[in-house]
């Protein structure tokens, strides 16, 4: 393997914490607009697509990656008025495409095709980008380019498929809810930023606006806002009855939130408070009048259903439908019709079953493994879709009566990809401190345990966030090259409630990385991989996750890759929403604070003369979710103290951002960069059925064929 001379310019800016001097050399590449740093980045992505291509398996990857992307894939569908709506991508197109159709079996008509909006691919749909009037007359979509977290939001005629002249733009992290009547929507806004900020400035100070069919956006009606409270982050939703307009409150990525709200039948009426001790995560799943169904962690920590009359809303007036179950977490609650279904999490995967309105069981719906589900269907309803997906089960989606739990497919994608040439197995390990960690592992039946498997331990562990089973084209690929996939469900996520997210952040930070060098030692000692064999991945907090272990245990892992990751944790509050990510790491602005991001901070605990793993860093320059600074900074540092031979490398992608929204096609080059760079420094060897005389090697085989959080 070959080490990367680059070296990068060191400044002499030094902070000073508490006391503590701390050198920040690389300030000067928070600057994306700047021509030093632009010539940076081409430089290093010069040397980066230089050693890549230079990777004989690479086209071989790619191929195989392409072919098996090469597959209808399908969205949820949802009832709007007299239509039925859904995604579909007939395989290699960039963007999803959306569908109406009168019924399910009459043929689809294009409502809006992303891949018109741009001729690269890279303006999408924005995650949670659409909203339909209650007659299903008007569509409010919402377009975000480059991968950007900014939306512009547009009003189509769902009937002719025309946009109307309205543009509402400055809107993140927002859905649109319209009126009952159609009139307008509600929809969360920050200030236009100054020139030259719009990708790295603090977002604070986010307001509810009421926009109206029509009118230009100047004329919009300021709805809701907290000049008192600047961190405050705010979201409409109309209840389903139209009567209600509900204003969400967060601070930060913090579960806990307020409710506000307002009795739209009254002419005079203010926005009041509603559910505002802020003491506990509540979520309004449907309600009758002035009752109210939240689901909620409210003396529950892994959630419970209940009734809470708006006009007593104290504690102790509230009805329990569904009480907390100690063994499982209750992940999602819909209402359609007088039911409710329950997705339940059950050691980090789903189970499905519908609910009375007062609670009582009345199925299950079994479900086909140990899988993901999610969940469409509104209290207007009389039937309900959802998805179930695992890591090699391609997502399905299936449409349900509730009244008798009778589901039949809607469809199923066609891969080619033999799914019963592997298996899925979910083992618990023990971390440093004796907890109990489950973890997934994927990969082919009969593997033989000799230490010599291929395997990428992937995490995330943080902000509440469960990760669960679920399909990849790219993690079929590298089964396929006979890899184990591994999915450790650390300290910090969502899988066993608010204790395991506790036991994750703030001064618990530590025992997310502990959770997940425990996971590596346990497939070494047990036989599935040996260190030169051993992959870490992780994105965004996970990226953290990564260059934390990678700094800590630097001779346990053969390869790292972190991607768009929080790496400089003593500033990333700086910079657009990353403020609001204190609530789970704390921050350098107090001592306390500082003293415990210090310790594992990626960029901060650097060792010059250390001999690291074979390091891929990724990130984008349009990311402005967690700012490509945070990765420019990390990779300048780690290429400066490197005292082994192994590459440390960085990948900046151009016109992307932090994920929600890349095309199709760079989907294909980032996930062909990864494998190539794994395959040289693992050592992997690809299957004979690769070779380039098998052409494609894939295609279709014969036969018939949320997102508004801030997290990082």
């Not at 001097?21 to 590449?29: N, S, T």
């Not at 994608?413 to 390990?429: H, N």
């Not at 004796?434 to 039946?445: A, E, N, S």
């Not at 096609?665 to 690809?686: H, P, R």
Request: aromatic share 12%.
């Amino acid at each position: 393997m070959r080490k990367m001379p680059l070296v990068t310019r060191q400044g002499d800016v030094v902070d000073d914490y508490f006391g503590t001097k701390i050198p920040d050399p690389y300030r000067w590449l928070e600057d994306d607009n700047s021509p030093e740093t632009e010539a940076w980045v081409a430089a290093q992505n010069r040397v980066t697509f230089a050693f890549l291509a230079s990777i004989a398996e690479r086209d071989a990857i790619k191929r195989r990656l392409t072919g098996l992307w090469d597959h209808e894939r399908y969205g949820l569908p949802s009832r709007e008025g007299p239509w039925y709506v859904y995604g579909r991508n007939d395989g290699l197109q960039n963007q999803p495409v959306i569908y109406r159709a009168t019924s399910l079996e009459a043929e689809p008509e294009v409502l809006l095709d992303a891949n018109s909006l741009s001729e690269d691919g890279t303006v999408a749909l924005a995650e949670g980008g659409t909203a339909f009037t209650d007659d299903g007359r008007l569509l409010a979509w919402a377009a975000a380019s480059a991968g950007s977290d900014w939306r512009t939001w547009r009003i189509r005629d769902v009937a002719t498929g025309v946009d109307a002249p309205d543009i509402v733009r400055w809107s993140k992290f927002s859905t649109a809810a319209w009126k009952k009547d159609g009139s307008g929507f509600y929809y969360s806004r920050y200030a236009e930023p100054e020139e030259g900020d719009a990708f790295k400035g603090v977002n604070k100070n986010q307001k509810v606006y009421c926009h109206r069919v029509g009118t230009g956006q100047d004329h919009d009606e300021l709805v809701y806002q907290r000049p008192d409270h600047p961190d405050w982050s705010l979201g409409a939703v109309v209840a389903d009855d139209g009567r209600f307009l509900l204003v969400y409150q967060h601070e930060g990525t913090d579960p806990k939130n307020r409710i506000f709200l307002r009795d739209l039948g009254e002419a005079e009426g203010s926005i009041a408070p509603f559910l505002d001790a802020f003491d506990a995560d509540y979520e309004v799943v449907g309600n009758d009048g002035d009752v109210f169904y939240v689901r909620t962690d409210n003396e529950a920590p892994r959630y419970r259903l209940v009734a809470i009359d708006r006009r007593a809303p104290e504690p102790g007036r509230w009805r329990e439908i569904l009480p907390e179950d100690p063994k499982t977490v209750l992940s999602s609650v819909s209402m359609v019709g007088d039911r409710f279904i329950v997705t339940r999490e059950v050691d980090a995967r789903h189970a499905l079953s519908i609910h009375g309105k007062g609670g009582a069981l009345e199925r299950e719906i079994e479900l086909p493994g140990l899988g993901n589900v999610v969940v469409s269907g509104k209290r207007r309803d009389t039937e309900f879709f959802y998805s179930y997906t695992s890591f090699a089960y391609p997502t399905t989606i299936y449409r349900c009566d509730p009244s008798s739990g009778a589901g039949v497919v809607f469809r199923k994608p066609d891969v080619a990809f033999d799914a019963s040439l592997f298996e899925t197995t979910q083992v618990f390990y023990t971390s440093k401190d004796g907890t109990k960690v489950p973890m997934f592992l994927v990969h082919r039946k009969g593997l033989e345990r000799n230490g010599q498997n291929p395997t990428v331990l992937y995490g995330y562990g943080g902000f509440n966030i469960s990760l669960t089973p679920g399909f990849s084209v790219s993690i079929a690929t590298w089964l396929e090259m006979g890899g184990v996939w591994a999915v450790a469900n650390l300290r910090g996520g969502g899988e066993y409630g608010k204790e395991w997210h506790d036991a994750g952040r703030l001064e618990n930070k530590q025992n997310t990385f502990d959770d997940f060098i425990a996971a590596a030692e346990y497939l070494i000692e047990e036989g599935y991989t040996s260190t030169s064999k051993l992959a870490v991945y992780g994105g965004s907090n996970g990226g953290l996750l990564v260059g934390a272990v990678v700094n800590q245990r630097p001779e346990l892992f053969a390869a790292a890759i972190p991607a768009v990751g929080v790496m400089d944790m003593l500033r990333f509050h700086e910079f657009t929403i990353g403020w609001a990510w204190k609530s789970d790491y704390g921050s350098s602005e107090t001592k306390d604070g500082f003293e415990r991001l210090i310790a594992y901070s990626p960029l901060h605990n650097i060792e010059t003369g250390t001999h690291y793993p074979a390091v891929l860093i990724t990130t984008a320059d349009h990311d402005d979710r967690v700012v490509p600074a945070h990765s420019f900074k990390y990779a300048a540092r780690l290429q400066m103290a490197q005292a082994g031979d192994a590459p440390i490398l960085i990948r900046i992608q151009a016109r992307a951002g932090h994920g929600a929204g890349t095309p199709t096609s760079k989907l294909i080059e980032e996930a062909t960069d990864k494998w190539a760079f794994l395959v040289e420094v693992l050592g992997v060897t690809l299957p004979e059925s690769w070779s380039k005389s098998v052409g494609d090697a894939g295609g279709r085989t014969p036969g018939p064929s949320s997102a508004t959080r801030p997290d990082p």
